[in-house]
């Protein structure tokens, strides 16, 4: 009996050792030519060279080595993946095969070796992000490998399959995962939101698994096809080597393009592969957006290119920042900006505002440039007066929009506009309802910079009646013939009466962004000792800002200091 059991205890001994050594010589020696490699190797590297952090954060350092390296041999790739996990402390396992062998002479090729080189610039600005996400959560730094071989690190790399981003969720996962998806906002390709997400998905996995190597092939195609090849190969297996040959193709070689990525980050010059260096460092900050915004309108204003801005922020899709006052939006910002911006917040919401706003309403056939109907330029358009800065002399009709409004016609006349003191772009497309674009556009202006003096061409709309206007003048002429003497000497009166009460009513002006005392007072036709008087302002003082109430003199007040003033000159010529 005793034989028999020692005998059964050696044959169970041996079967166990035949096992772990078959398990060995299968991840040793596996070949498999039916793999399919992951998407991010066909990245185009010459697009992730216009990288602006790359062209302005980076130095790719060239090889000191001339020579062609030649190919490690296998023992040397063994001890080096060995020396990741002993030396570099990986607690992921990196088995050695021929599978893993040709990845990573594919990222090592000439053909791919610039992407690498490519991927190592970003990674000096990826690589604290990922590390942060997963030690947040207790995970295996080197899960900072799996976005190389999902996205070549291109935030707005998109798979065939529609996942996007550097971590490659694909829509249902995503939202799923609370990112927001929509026509403007993609959270997939939010660096820091997707990086925290990524690793909350994976220590879930792990937790269904309880091994590093399945987790990581369930990343790519999902439980459900992790557990349909337990299943398939007996069940109970916890081993991804042991169920390889019953995994979906393109999964059977992630895990050793995992491996590769892991290998070629950290031997790259052995391989003649230039590495990145930092120029600089690259410091940032974030604020947050309350109000729409276009790159467009930011960059202008704070001086930063809108390469820049999409670097940084590769989760507005289509530039714009869908912010308002009930869900703001986070921007992200190089540091040196920040403060740029929180100071220039209100000039960056209405810079070329009528440009990028969302249009309200729209009136069938009316251009989206013809602002407003009944715009009170219009009617300045014909006030000969050189106090509003207008020479209207050559003002022509070059044609006319039909309004909306049934039996009216807004026509549209050129202006010419001379530049006063204080004026810009903005102010003055806003004073006759047209929009900064425009003007450049008629000009030949190629900034928004403009002298005073300068002569400015303003195409106007004034609605009118679509009737024959001399008919209409005439009938209003006869009307007036009919009504008697009395009626009109009351009418009169009744608008003295009126202009009386309007004059004498105290009158305040909120100041607007970029407004000065010069030209308040010029918009309500007082001067600007008038306006510092009624508000108490020193003599040599100018000083303004947005917010302030200014009170307005009447003009009735300022009629009658002038009679009071004639009054005492003539006095004293009397004495």
Not at 227 to 243: H, L, Q
Not at 310 to 325: A, D, F, H, M, V
Request: charge should be positive; proline fraction near 4%.
């Amino acid at each position: 009996m005793k034989k028999i059991a020692i005998s059964l205890i050696l044959s169970c001994g041996a079967l166990t050792s035949w096992a772990q050594s078959s398990l060995l010589s299968l991840r040793d020696s596996i070949q498999d030519n039916d793999i399919v490699s992951p998407t991010s190797f066909e990245t185009d590297y010459e697009e992730l060279q216009k990288n602006w952090y790359i062209q302005n954060y980076t130095d790719l350092i060239e090889s000191k080595e001339s020579r062609t390296i030649s190919t490690p041999s296998d023992q040397v790739y063994i001890e080096r993946l060995k020396r990741l996990q002993n030396e570099m402390g990986f607690e992921i396992e990196l088995p050695f095969n021929n599978v893993v062998k040709s990845y990573i002479e594919m990222y090592t090729s000439s053909r791919r070796r610039r992407l690498v080189e490519n991927m190592l610039g970003m990674w000096l600005y990826y690589e604290p992000i990922f590390e942060e996400a997963l030690a947040k959560e207790g995970m295996p730094l080197e899960l900072k490998y799996l976005p190389i071989i999902e996205s070549a690190l291109n935030p707005n790399a998109v798979s065939p399959a529609g996942a996007a981003g550097l971590w490659q969720f694909i829509l249902s996962t995503g939202r799923g995962m609370g990112l927001e998806v929509n026509s403007l906002v993609d959270e997939r390709r939010d660096t820091y939101k997707a990086s925290q997400k990524a690793a909350e998905f994976l220590k879930s996995l792990y937790k269904t698994y309880d091994d590093w190597s399945l987790a990581i092939a369930a990343y790519n195609c999902g439980p459900g096809n992790v557990n349909k090849a337990i299943r398939r190969s007996g069940g109970g297996k916890k081993d991804y080597w042991e169920i390889y040959n019953y995994l979906p193709r393109e999964t059977r070689g992630y895990v050793p393009a995992f491996i590769a990525a892991a290998y070629v980050m950290n031997y790259h010059n052995e391989h003649g592969i230039s590495a990145a260096l930092a120029k600089k460092p690259l410091l940032t900050d974030t604020v947050h957006v309350s109000r729409r915004l276009h790159f467009d309108q930011i960059s202008k204003v704070i001086d930063l290119e809108t390469e820049a801005l999409k670097t940084l922020n590769p989760q507005y899709r289509k530039e714009i920042i869908p912010g308002s006052p009930v869900k703001p939006y986070v921007l992200i910002l190089p540091s040196k900006q920040v403060y740029s911006y929180l100071m220039s917040e209100n000039t960056i919401g209405q810079y070329e505002e009528e440009t990028y706003a969302i249009r309200e309403t729209a009136e069938p056939g009316v251009s989206r440039d013809f602002v407003r109907t009944d715009s009170v330029a219009a009617t300045d358009s014909t006030n000969t007066s050189s106090d509003n800065g207008v020479a209207v002399a050559s003002a022509t009709t070059k044609g006319s929009v039909v309004d909306a409004n049934e039996g009216f016609t807004s026509k549209e006349e050129v202006i010419i506009h001379e530049v006063r003191r204080g004026e810009t772009l903005k102010s003055i497309a806003d004073k006759y309802g047209t929009n900064t674009s425009r003007i450049k556009k008629e000009n030949d202006l190629t900034s928004n910079t403009i002298n005073r003096g300068q002569k400015l061409q303003i195409t106007v709309y004034k609605k009118v009646l679509a009737d024959d206007n001399n008919s209409s003048k005439k009938s209003e002429s006869s009307t007036k013939r009919v009504e008697s003497p009395k009626k009109e000497k009351n009418s009169k009166a009744d608008k003295r009466r009126e202009r009386t009460k309007k004059e004498t009513k105290t009158k305040s002006h909120t100041v607007k962004s970029g407004e000065s005392l010069d030209r308040i007072a010029r918009k309500y036709g007082v001067s600007v000792n008038e306006l510092k008087k009624a508000n108490n302002i020193k003599k040599n003082d100018n000083t303004i800002h947005p917010g302030d109430k200014i009170k307005i003199p009447s003009k009735k007040s300022k009629s009658s200091s002038k009679k009071k003033s004639k009054s005492k000159k003539s006095s004293k010529k009397k004495r």
